[in-house]
Structure formats: structure tokens, C-alpha cells
């Protein structure tokens, strides 16, 4: 039998195309950009360089974080090349400020936030930095994903309150924290406080009690067209004012 050794370069381009996406886009980069010509092209296209996922899902459902080798060779070599072209990234929240610092990311709207916890997005969001900023003025989607509960619903419900009422660009939010199966909740104690939304239209949130979701639900988020929640307790007499219901639903 006549064995043939089929080089990379050999392959169509079509193929090669298939590769890549098996591959994947951030492992696709950091392996071709800058290899030759013909194949730093293919890394580069927009569907390669349109959304960047820095996070891995092992099969027992454990988050992968990238290296501090491969994160170096991104933030130096690769997203500076590639920055004009990102418009999602999936980020670990500890790498999160080496790579939103790495470069300016003029079309970037999507986030998602792998290994949340709310102290650090909080600390992040009040420094007013650059990272504020992109947050505050062109991140439209917002997605958190934590592998287990790490934070009370004290400091969940004080990071969701800060995107409310300071990200008003956000359409949609996420804050249903994913694969945890011991979930955070948000409960607003103090209801005097104000807040509200012309442009979100989706919210995917967990809360204490069915007075929490009806504060969430009274017309200040006036935009507001899908709504999936969580409600850890319902008291009988949250459901006695059958007419605010009513209303809050007919509304939204």
C-alpha cells in the first residue's frame, strides 16, 4: 500500500474553511495569524474574527481558562491586529480587564462573562475607566454565567441594580447565572430607588420574592418585551391584588 502524506497547505480551501471552524475561532488565531499568507487570511475573515469565546466548557460542565501563554500572544500580537472586527466576546471575569485593555473595540456590543462574580464587575463598573465606559455607552448584550454560587444577594442584587440603572444601552440582559444549580437572587429592599430603561427589551433574572419580580414589572423598564424569572418564594398574600397583576401584565 502506497502511504501519501498530505501537507495542510494541499488541502482546498473549502476544507480548510471546515477546519477552522472545528477548530475554532480563538484556537484557529492563535495557531495561523501570521503562519503564511493563505492561511493568516483565513484566520482573519470576519466570520472567524466577528465573535471570540476565551472560554472552553469541559464535559462535566467546568469552565477552561485560557493560559497565561496564549493570553499574552492575544493581548500583544493577535487582538490588536483583529480589534475593528470583534463584535462578541466571551470573557473569564479575571481576564476580563487584560483583554477589554488590550485595544479599542469600536463594534464591540456582546459580552459574556464566564466565572461571575458581581464584586469584581461592580468594582470594575465604578472605577469609571475605559471598561466602564464600553459598558456604560456600547455593550447592547449582557450575559453572566458562574459555575457555582460564590456571592450573597446582597452583592448580586447591587451589581444588577448598578447595569440597570448606569448601562442604558443594554437591550438585553442576563443575569440567570446559567450552570450554577444554587442560584442568587435578587431582592430590592429599598423601593424608592429609581431606575429605569428606554432600549432593554430582554431580562433573564432571578428573584426573592413575587413582590421583587412586580417592582421589576411596574413600568420602569417601559421597553420591556420578553421576561423569564426565577422566583425563589411566592407568598400567599403577594398574589391576594389579583388587579396589579393583571395590570403589570396587560403593560408589558
Known amino acids: 500500500m502506497n502511504c501519501r502524506t498530505v501537507h495542510l497547505l494541499d488541502l482546498r480551501d473549502e476544507i480548510l474553511l471546515i477546519l477552522l471552524k472545528k477548530l475554532g475561532s ?4 492563535y495557531s ?13 475573515s470576519i466570520d472567524n474574527t466577528n465573535s471570540l469565546n476565551f472560554f472552553n466548557i469541559l464535559s ?40 477589554l485593555l488590550a485595544c479599542k473595540y469600536p463594534n464591540l456590543t456582546v459580552i459574556v462573562l464566564t466565572n461571575f462574580l458581581p464584586d469584581i464587575l461592580l468594582q470594575r463598573l465604578r472605577d469609571r475607566s475605559s471598561i466602564a465606559l464600553l459598558f456604560y455607552q456600547q455593550i447592547r448584550h449582557l450575559t453572566v454565567k458562574s459555575e457555582k454560587e460564590m456571592f450573597t444577594s446582597q452583592s448580586f442584587t447591587a451589581v444588577c441594580l448598578y447595569i440597570l440603572i448606569f448601562c442604558q444601552n443594554l437591550s438585553y440582559l442576563n443575569m440567570n447565572q446559567w450552570l450554577i444549580t ?23 433574572i432571578n428573584v426573592v420574592t413575587f413582590d421583587d419580580c412586580l417592582w421589576l414589572l411596574d413600568g420602569r423598564l417601559g421597553q420591556l418585551r420578553s421576561f423569564t424569572v426565577r422566583v425563589l418564594k411566592i407568598r400567599r398574600s403577594e398574589m391576594n391584588n389579583d388587579s396589579q397583576v393583571r395590570r403589570i401584565l396587560m403593560k408589558n
Not at 32 to 44: E, I, S
Not at 82 to 92: E, G, Q, R, S
Not at 185 to 196: A, G, K, L
Open 26 to 29: 480563538v484556537d484557529a488565531l
Open 32 to 44: 495561523l495569524l501570521n503562519v503564511n499568507k493563505r492561511l493568516d487570511q483565513m484566520a482573519r
Open 60 to 99: 462535566n460542565d467546568q469552565f477552561l481558562s485560557m493560559n497565561n501563554v496564549q493570553l499574552d500572544g492575544f493581548c500583544n500580537e493577535i487582538l490588536p491586529q483583529i480589534h475593528h472586527n470583534i463584535a462578541a466576546l466571551t470573557l473569564d471575569i479575571f481576564s476580563m480587564e487584560r483583554i
Open 182 to 204: 444554587t442560584h442568587s437572587y435578587f431582592s430590592i429592599r429599598n423601593r424608592s430607588i429609581d431606575i429605569s430603561s428606554s432600549n432593554l427589551h430582554t431580562l433573564l
